[in-house]
C-alpha cells in the first residue's frame, strides 16, 4: 500500500534522483530558465525552493549547506549573487511552471520552469499591478481620513490630482511592454510575384524500328530504339518582398508565452549567426 507516499519517484531509486534534481537545480540557477517534463517540473519546485531560501542568509554555514547539495562551485556562486539579491524581498514562490505542449515521441506533458523575478514580461506585469494595488489603498486611505470632515473636503480629495504621477510611469510601462504583444506582419501589398524561366535539358527513348513478331506472338528481332535529347521550358514563381516593404500590425495579440517563445526563438538565431560568423572567419584563414 502507498498510503501517505507524496514524494514522485520520477522512476529512479534515490540515488539517481537526488543526483537528477541538484543537475535540474544547477541547471536552473545557472540558465534562469529550463525545459523538461511537468513532472520533473514539480519535483524540482520542491527540491529548490528551499536551496533558494538558504541563499538569503549570506553565511558561510549556508554556502556549505547548499554545496553539500549541488556539488557545484560556480551554481553556488550564481546563487549567492545575483539571485539572493533578486529574491531578497520574495517570501517564497521562486519559481513559476508555464506549461508545453506535449512531446513528440513518447506524449509526455512538458513544462518551462523558471525564476519569477528574471523573466522581464511577468515582472512588468507584476510591477503595473502592484502599482494599481497602491493606488486603490491610497484612494481608500483619504476616504477613511475625509469620513469626520465636513462633505466639501471630501470632494476637494477626491479631485485633488495625487495619482497622475502613478498613472504616467504606469503608462510608460505598458508602453514597454505591449508592443512586444503584438503582431506585426508585412500586408500583402508589400510582396511581388517573380516569374523565372529556366531551360532544362532532359533525354527519352525513342523507338526508330518496331520489333518484329512471329505468328504466336514471340519477339523475332527486338525494337531499335535511340536516345533523343530535348529541351523543356519551366516557369517558376516566386513570392518575393519589395525592396522598400514595411512591417504593420495586423491586429492579432500574442499572449505572454508565445511572447516569451519568441525570444527564445530570437536568442537561438542570433547564436546560430555569430556560430556562423565565427565559421566564415576560420575558413578564412
Do not use: C
Not at 514595411?246 to 499572449?255: E, H, K
Amino acid at each position: 500500500m502507498r498510503h501517505g507516499d507524496k514524494i514522485n519517484n520520477l522512476g529512479r531509486k534515490a540515488g539517481h534522483r537526488r543526483a537528477l534534481m541538484a543537475n535540474l537545480t544547477i541547471a536552473l540557477i545557472t540558465s534562469k530558465r529550463i525545459k523538461t517534463t511537468l513532472a520533473k517540473a514539480k519535483a524540482l519546485r520542491v527540491y529548490a525552493e528551499p536551496i533558494l531560501t538558504k541563499a538569503k542568509n549570506d553565511t558561510t554555514h549556508s554556502r556549505r549547506v547548499v554545496f553539500s547539495y549541488l556539488q557545484d562551485k560556480e551554481a553556488v556562486k550564481e546563487l549567492f549573487g545575483p539571485i539572493a539579491e533578486k529574491i531578497a524581498k520574495r517570501d517564497g514562490g521562486y519559481t513559476r511552471i508555464i506549461k508545453f505542449e506535449n512531446r513528440l515521441g513518447d506524449n509526455a506533458e512538458t513544462a518551462f520552469i523558471e525564476l519569477v523575478d528574471f523573466n522581464e514580461t511577468y515582472t512588468t506585469g507584476a510591477e503595473k499591478a502592484e502599482a494599481k494595488k497602491k493606488r486603490s489603498r491610497r484612494g481608500g486611505g483619504s476616504k477613511k481620513t475625509t469620513e469626520t470632515p465636513s462633505a466639501k473636503p471630501e470632494t476637494t480629495a477626491k479631485a485633488t490630482p495625487v495619482e497622475m504621477p502613478q498613472e504616467e510611469t504606469t503608462q510608460e510601462e505598458v508602453a514597454q511592454v505591449e508592443p512586444r504583444l503584438v503582431h506585426w506582419s508585412y500586408p500583402e501589398n508589400q510582396f511581388e510575384t517573380i516569374e523565372t524561366q529556366t531551360d532544362i535539358e532532359k533525354t527519352r527513348e525513342v523507338e526508330v524500328t518496331p520489333a518484329v513478331l512471329d505468328d504466336e506472338g514471340n519477339v523475332v528481332e527486338p525494337a531499335v530504339t535511340e536516345t533523343e535529347t530535348y529541351t523543356e521550358t519551366e516557369t517558376k514563381s516566386e513570392r518575393k518582398l519589395k525592396a522598400d516593404a514595411q512591417l504593420a500590425p495586423d491586429g492579432v495579440q500574442y499572449d505572454r508565452l508565445t511572447v516569451m517563445l519568441l525570444d527564445i526563438v530570437k536568442r537561438q538565431n542570433q547564436r546560430i549567426e555569430q556560430l556562423e560568423a565565427k565559421v566564415a572567419a576560420l575558413e578564412a584563414q
